[in-house]
């Protein structure tokens, strides 16, 4: 499709230089390094001329010489246009690379933090954004969120979590990462401790050290952070209690009110990422942390899960006087969150279409998990499974890091418990999810692992025990050739699902 453009030429009537050498001269350069493009129209003379204060002589020379040597084509009355023509590439341009190449599609993908997106209301998603797309945009973005999605969602959370917050304990994020860094912003300072899970959510560590923190691991056992082993001086503890991540333990009352105990004896803030609490299988939700005790408490939730990450929509709650100081520390640095995508959320919460969309995501993640179970549990002991889109499967270190390898080399990614640690890994496992495959490809890949692990195990038991191991060339691990890397399966830190 060919466009037009608008050029920002400056002409020096002071130079040597005649005006129309000087034209000539700036727009064979600019098609020279590719600010102009093939195809790109040009201001008509008059325009142009009129543009530049000069004479439309000037333009139309400078367009004639162009025009000779090839660098423009057109026909008049039709427009003047950037030829298609070979052009030298400038010295200081990179080489093409091409973009990496997606996974065959015979892979199958079960590495944890991915939804399934494929399965929506398409009628009300059009709705929710035809809606939107009536309402003219805003001026000056509100930094707590739209005064009707708030209401929405406390209602919402009200519906959900059983918890009674109004408007006025809700901020709007872009996400659960989004609001730990408005947390750390407002509650973290240069050089303060702030506790993170560990195994635990990477990207909590990434924030609260770009803001200057020290990050502080806090062990954690099956049932979720393990209160009386809490480090001394912490400003801020990180925590998922609904279904801990990557272990997936649910955290108990008593412990619950242990931490809190031991937030106010310390003056310590909990900002409680409600992870994959909307999505449980066995039992009803335990309370959030921030009904039991508001003031101690900030409470983050995204719909990342729930409907998409795409989407880039998320709450955080807290006490009035908190949300208002995030606020006013949001406006101060700029942040927001799309208007547009805030108004065509509010028209999905309005008319129930978000509701019915997670009652039905529900069904649908609950046979996944129940393919897994039925699968993977008589060969191995599962963590986790009674919640979210994932679990974790309990095996050796050495077993874990073969099942992890050979499952690549069969096409069924998996993640390892590496990249979740602070430091070097402590629990051995390998995380399975199950939210973004297809429960077809959920029982291959599960079959897959199950023969993995049988193997691995049958290899691990058969080898003689590490006392009687000499030293040598002949020494080898879990059935691979010596010195051989196992690598890390599963993405980066950095990357995955935003949440």
């Known amino acids: 499709m060919?466009?037009?453009i608008d050029l920002p030429i400056s002409l020096s009537r002071g130079?040597?230089?005649p005006l129309t050498a000087q034209l000539a001269g700036w727009l064979r350069g600019a098609m020279l390094d590719g600010t102009l493009a093939p195809g790109e129209r040009l201001p008509s003379s008059r325009a142009l001329a009129a543009?530049?204060?000069v004479s439309r002589t000037v333009v139309t020379e400078a367009y004639q010489q162009l025009y000779a040597e090839g660098w423009l084509d057109g026909r008049h009355g039709s427009g003047t246009f950037v030829a298609d023509m070979e052009r030298p590439r400038p010295p200081s341009e990179r080489p093409y690379v091409p973009a990496p190449e997606p996974p065959p599609a015979d892979v199958i993908d079960l590495t944890p933090g991915e939804p399934w997106v494929r399965d929506y209301d398409r009628a009300a998603w059009k709705r929710a954004w035809r809606r939107a797309g009536d309402l003219p945009p805003g001026a000056s973005p509100d930094p707590y969120g739209l005064?009707?999605?708030?209401?929405?969602l406390a209602d919402h959370l009200r519906r959900a979590r059983g918890m009674a917050v109004g408007p006025e304990n809700i901020l709007v994020t872009r996400g659960t990462g989004n609001g730990l860094d408005l947390c750390a912003l407002a509650l973290?300072?240069?050089g303060a401790r702030a506790g993170v899970e560990d195994p635990g959510y990477h990207v909590a560590r990434t924030v609260f050290a770009a803001r200057g923190a020290e990050v502080v691991p806090c062990p954690v056992d099956e049932d979720g952070v393990i209160v009386d082993r809490l480090p001394a001086g912490l400003s801020l503890l990180y925590t998922t209690p609904a279904h801990q991540y990557p272990l997936g333990g649910r955290l108990p009352i008593p412990r619950r009110e242990r931490l809190l105990s031991w937030a106010r004896s310390t003056g310590a803030t909990i900002v409680e990422d409600d992870y994959d609490a909307e999505f449980r299988y066995d039992v009803a939700p335990l309370p959030a942390l921030y009904g039991l005790d508001p003031s101690r408490v900030v409470l983050l939730g995204t719909?990342?899960?729930?409907?998409?990450?795409?989407v880039g929509v998320g709450w955080l709650v807290g006490e009035p006087e908190l949300v208002a100081r995030i606020a006013g520390l949001r406006r101060a640095v700029a942040d927001r969150t799309s208007g547009p995508v805030q108004q065509a959320v509010a028209a999905l919460l309005e008319r129930g279409d978000l509701d019915r969309h997670l009652r039905r995501m529900r069904l649908e993640y609950a046979r996944r998990r129940a393919v897994v179970v039925e699968v993977l549990g008589p060969v191995c002991r599962l963590r986790g499974d009674t919640a979210g889109l994932h679990v974790l499967a309990e095996l050796p270190s050495a077993v874990a890091a073969v099942v992890v390898e050979r499952a690549r080399e069969r096409g069924v990614l998996v993640d390892s418990m590496a990249?979740?640690?602070h430091g070097p890994a402590r629990l051995p496992g390998v995380v399975i999810g199950y939210g973004s495959a297809s429960l077809a490809d959920v029982r291959r890949g599960c079959r897959v692992l199950a023969e993995l692990?049988?193997?691995a195990v049958t290899e691990g038991a058969a080898r003689p025990p590490a006392h009687a191991v000499r030293e040598g060339p002949a020494r080898r691990t879990a059935g691979r050739p010596a010195g051989r890397a196992v690598p890390t399966i599963g993405r980066a830190p950095g990357q995955g699902t935003p949440r």
Do not use: N, W, Y
């Open 147 to 152: 005064p009707r999605l708030r209401e929405l």
């Open 419 to 421: 990249r979740h640690h």
């Open 303 to 310: 719909l990342s899960k729930i409907l998409a990450p795409d």
């Open 15 to 17: 130079s040597d230089l």
């Open 51 to 53: 543009q530049l204060a």
């Open 453 to 455: 692990i049988r193997d």
């Open 2 to 4: 060919r466009t037009h």
């Open 188 to 190: 973290l300072g240069a």
